[in-house]
């Protein structure tokens, strides 16, 4: 079947470049979502909370992962209007709803951590070019 730009996007399709739940699937797929979500798993956390608790993100990565999951409603940004300005995240009920497939996901990379690491080091190791060839040479 050939669509044209007036029919609609079948939603709920990941496997089709329009669909809609591709961009949700980016979104909860980044690692920064994944470890944000972690950090506000039992509560509230100020930016300067989250950029302590997750290391290696820089300001702006953890801003703009932020303002994305607060435009695409998992996360609710709250001012209180105090000297200086106290600004703290929260994950919103959608946003809760994420804590447990990324419970899976955390569980199971801890579990696999070794298993990985092993297959990794074989692969680099049966793949390791001799000194002065390229990937070409193969």
Request: charged share 25%; net charge neutral.
């Given at each position: 079947?050939?669509?044209?730009?007036?029919?609609?996007?079948?939603?709920?399709?990941?496997?089709?470049?329009?669909?809609?739940?591709?961009?949700?699937?980016?979104?909860?797929?980044?690692?920064?979502?994944?470890?944000?979500?972690?950090?506000?798993?039992?509560?509230?956390?100020?930016?300067?909370?989250?950029?302590?608790?997750?290391?290696?993100?820089?300001?702006?990565?953890?801003?703009?992962?932020?303002?994305?999951?607060?435009?695409?409603?998992?996360?609710?940004?709250?001012?209180?209007?105090?000297v200086?300005?106290?600004?703290?995240?929260?994950?919103?009920?959608?946003?809760?709803?994420?804590?447990?497939?990324l419970?899976?996901?955390?569980?199971?990379?801890?579990?696999?951590?070794?298993?990985?690491?092993?297959?990794?080091?074989?692969?680099?190791?049966?793949?390791?070019?001799?000194?002065?060839?390229?990937?070409?040479?193969?």
């Amino acid at each position: 079947m050939v669509t044209t730009s007036t029919e609609p996007v079948l939603h709920g399709s990941p496997y089709s470049a329009d669909c809609p739940t591709r961009r949700i699937l980016d979104r909860i797929g980044d690692r920064w979502t994944v470890l944000i979500v972690g950090a506000l798993w039992d509560g509230s956390a100020r930016f300067s909370d989250l950029r302590r608790r997750i290391e290696g993100i820089s300001q702006k990565m953890l801003t703009q992962t932020l303002r994305g999951l607060e435009r695409d409603g998992l996360v609710h940004r709250t001012v209180h209007p105090e000297v200086p300005v106290r600004v703290e995240y929260t994950l919103t009920e959608a946003g809760r709803t994420l804590r447990e497939p990324l419970r899976a996901l955390q569980e199971w990379s801890i579990a696999h951590l070794g298993d990985v690491a092993a297959s990794q080091e074989a692969y680099d190791q049966a793949n390791q070019l001799p000194p002065g060839s390229t990937d070409r040479d193969k």
